[in-house]
């Protein structure tokens, strides 16, 4: 079978672990299907090779090919100075609906990590990507829109904030919520996965942060009746996928003392955040965290560190976070095996002690190699 990729290179360091990433991925799956099975790639323009080649940051004809798309894989993206967006990865994600953030976080032997046991670690994280206070509706302190919002939240609704604050909105809708929740579920049900956490603040924060506890709920019920149980459930013996919910200051200890509890965990947007990056630290740190955002229609698979401007072509940059997406891509086309391939050979590389300088630095008696070198040795190992 042969299914198209579009590709988005990126800036910075992106051109340089792309090219490291993208013979591993093609070398997978040769390795594990023999030829029975093909990306077909197809190069999307988007930040500076775009503005170079079009005058524009993010072609239309770039997000037409991306609205029609089931796969696509891209490099960081700069924020540009000018362009009247706020950044790239924030239209593209608003634009294409990307709703779901999805970040595997599990641990490769022969990296540091400050956890006494970080081989327990194996969770996955489904954040929400487009409301929250995360979705950016905010007005500075003392500006006019701020002022008229704290008078009708005075004499319309009888709250009482300073006239000086600052204020920010949280939107969380229902909808967006189960979306969210359905995904991570049936990510659950489809891996085999024992649980998923709902992690929220909902003891402070009742009307969103306890919403989403409560619509997470109800949708496991009502859309996975037989699949799903409480943990009250799970407790007295009875099988099936539990769902359970966690404050989530509470979570942040629970992942570091008992990491081998947790599963799938489904947050709010802020939360996720903070949770997807404090799990990588856990790991070993976000070198080599892989992850996706997905819509209804598109998973579009990105490494989760930026353009890295100091370090671009220098040949001194991890191609291992981009790798590992593209390992989820395969994984998500149904080619699990290719995926498996090239986790080991990741793993392989990493225990020979031969790594980006990012890695050497954590992992004693290590020795140095470039961004080239690292993705021909994980090619290598396959
Ligand atoms: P960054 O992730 O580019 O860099 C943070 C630190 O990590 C730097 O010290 C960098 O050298 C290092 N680093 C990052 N990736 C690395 C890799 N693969 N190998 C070795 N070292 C690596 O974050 P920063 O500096 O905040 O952002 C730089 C630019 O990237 C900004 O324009 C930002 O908007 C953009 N960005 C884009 C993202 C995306 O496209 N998804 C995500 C994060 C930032």
């Not at 003392?257 to 947790?262: A, D, I, N, T, V």
């Not at 599963?263 to 939360?271: D, E, K, P, Y």
């Not at 395969?330 to 986790?343: Q, T």
Request: glycine content about 10%; hydrophobic content about 40%; aromatic content about 8%.
């Amino acid at each position: 079978m042969r299914k198209t990729v579009y590709y988005i290179q990126g800036d910075g360091i992106g051109p340089e672990v792309w090219n490291a990433a993208r013979p591993v991925l093609e070398k997978a799956l040769e390795q594990a299907y023999k030829g029975k099975h093909e990306l077909e790639w197809i190069e999307l323009l988007a930040g500076e090779k775009a503005y170079a080649e079009t005058g524009d940051y993010l072609p239309q004809s770039t997000l037409d090919s991306l609205d029609k798309a089931s796969l696509a894989i891209k490099g960081p993206l700069a924020t540009p100075v000018s362009g009247g967006f706020r950044s790239l990865n924030v239209t593209l994600r608003q634009t294409l609906d990307l709703y779901a953030c999805i970040r595997p976080v599990r641990y490769f032997q022969g990296i540091e990590s400050p956890l006494k046991r970080p081989d327990l670690v194996d969770m996955v994280v489904f954040r929400e990507n487009t409301e929250d206070v995360y979705a950016g509706i905010e007005w500075a302190a003392n500006t006019s829109e701020a002022r008229r919002l704290i008078s009708f939240l005075r004499d319309e609704l009888k709250v009482s904030v300073s006239e000086s604050a600052a204020i920010g909105l949280k939107p969380v809708t229902e909808k967006g919520c189960k979306r969210l929740v359905r995904k991570a579920v049936q990510y659950a049900v489809d891996q085999g996965r024992p649980s998923v956490t709902l992690v929220h603040k909902g003891n402070i924060m009742k009307f969103t942060e306890g919403a989403f506890r409560t619509w997470g709920y109800e949708l496991a019920r009502d859309e996975f009746s037989g699949l799903t149980i409480t943990e009250d459930e799970a407790g007295s013996g009875k099988k099936g996928l539990v769902i359970n919910d966690r404050i989530a200051d509470a979570m942040f200890q629970e992942v570091l003392m008992r990491p081998e509890q947790y599963s799938v965990i489904a947050t709010t947007n802020l939360n996720g955040d903070y949770l997807s990056d404090a799990l990588a630290a856990q790991v070993g740190g976000l070198g080599l965290a892989p992850g996706v955002n997905m819509s209804d229609s598109l998973a579009f698979f990105e490494p989760t560190h930026g353009t890295a401007p100091t370090i671009a072509g220098k040949d001194m940059a991890n191609p291992g976070s981009l790798i590992l997406s593209g390992a989820m891509l395969l994984e998500h086309a149904g080619w699990g095996k290719a995926a498996g391939l090239i986790y080991e050979a990741v793993e392989k590389v990493i225990k020979s002690k031969k790594v980006t300088v990012d890695l050497a630095t954590q992992i004693k008696g290590s020795t140095r190699v470039g961004c080239r070198e690292f993705g021909e040795l994980v090619g290598m190992s396959l």
